[in-house]
């Protein structure tokens, strides 16, 4: 025997035979062959014991349909929970403003970007950045600053009072 005991031979004499009766069952080729390959992978962790059963291939046959079953639950219970729900609710497209800051955010540099996003995004203080980033803490204070400064000439707006002086 190969390295695989057998496994390999196994798989090339029963896969033709297990989708196809995968596929009567269920219908849909391509989830009989993703049941099918999801089926031979259990069988394959478990070679050393299943090679020993009188039809290996019957336990292969029996968890691709199984899993096959177990797929149709999901898709049934989704659609119940669709049914039941609704849709989602729309998501409203982006304001103007919004498209104009991402657009302005992408031709920063990476380093302005991020610590731009860190601090105003996602509230973190100059010293988290820093620690997060292995910047020096005044690295990021001139990264938020000339980060602000383009971001104000590229949005064409005045930075208040309290950014300017920053």
Not at 61 to 79: A, E, F, P, S
Request: hydrophobic share 45%; no cysteine.
């Amino acid at each position: 025997m190969d390295g695989d005991d057998g496994f390999e031979e196994f798989y090339r004499a029963s896969r033709h035979r297990v989708v196809t009766v995968l596929y009567a069952l269920g219908g849909d080729l391509t989830e009989a062959q993703d049941a099918a390959q999801e089926a031979y992978v259990r069988a394959w962790q478990r070679w050393s014991r299943i090679s020993g059963y009188a039809d290996p291939e019957a336990w292969v046959r029996i968890v691709g349909h199984r899993l096959l079953i177990n797929r149709w639950r999901k898709m049934r219970n989704g659609l119940v929970a669709y049914r039941r729900h609704g849709s989602a609710s729309p998501v409203p497209p982006p304001s103007e403003n919004t498209v104009a800051l991402v657009a302005a955010l992408r031709r920063l540099s990476v380093e302005q970007r991020q610590v731009i996003v860190l601090h105003h995004l996602a509230d973190l203080s100059v010293a988290e950045i820093a620690s997060q980033t292995g910047a020096p803490a005044g690295t990021v204070k001139a990264r938020l600053a000339r980060g602000r400064r383009a971001l104000a000439a590229m949005l064409d707006t005045d930075l208040p009072e309290e950014v300017r002086n920053a």
